[in-house]
């Protein structure tokens, strides 16, 4: 379901992007090529001057949410994964090539490349540089406790672009279907 917001303003979504018809996008988002927004997926930039873009062959998946408050941007690098069930408060950048886990909380930072944002992690107030690794359930609030991350391994590294991959082949199938319709 798509909205517009109190200021008039309606998303913005390629035609390769992937919608489930459960998700909602309201107001100032620009979703961009080969995305995939799964089923119950929140998607808002309602409050005045908020704004959401994310960037081509990302997925959000199911019951992600993302919201900006009042002036405030959130920006999603391509090629990265939004777990199900995390949540992305603005102001937030997120760089490329990046996933959030399942449950994870990330508000009012920097996300630099290729970071891995694990499981019912929270992530707040912090820049996080490329290339590094927040553990399951850790609690980031404080830039000294960025100076303690884990580099990302080729492990880690295989997994996250299998979940891209996986995601893409969903954005291709569901399209395929669309045209037997």
Avoid: W
């Avoid at 390769?16 to 459960?22: K, N, V």
């Avoid at 900006?68 to 995390?86: E, F, M, Q, Y």
């Amino acid at each position: 379901m798509i909205f517009q917001n109190p200021q008039k303003q309606q998303p913005q979504i390629s035609n390769t992007a992937c919608i489930s018809e459960t998700a909602i996008i309201v107001g100032d988002v620009k979703i961009g090529d080969n995305v995939y927004v799964a089923h119950n997926a929140v998607i808002r930039a309602d409050e005045p001057g908020s704004s959401i873009v994310i960037e081509e062959n990302c997925n959000v998946q199911d019951n992600v949410i993302i919201h900006g408050l009042t002036d405030s941007k959130v920006s999603i690098g391509n090629n990265t994964s939004l777990a199900h069930g995390c949540i992305i408060h603005g102001p937030c950048v997120i760089g490329k090539g990046c996933f959030v886990g399942f449950g994870a909380v990330v508000f009012d930072c920097k996300i630099g490349d290729d970071v891995l944002i694990l499981h019912n992690a929270t992530v707040r107030k912090v820049n996080v540089p490329g290339g590094k690794v927040v553990p399951d359930g850790a609690t980031v609030t404080e830039q000294d406790k960025v100076l303690q991350l884990g580099d990302l391994t080729n492990e880690l590294a295989e997994f996250k672009s299998s979940v891209i991959r996986a995601n893409l082949g969903l954005v291709n199938g569901y399209k395929e279907l669309e045209t037997e319709v």
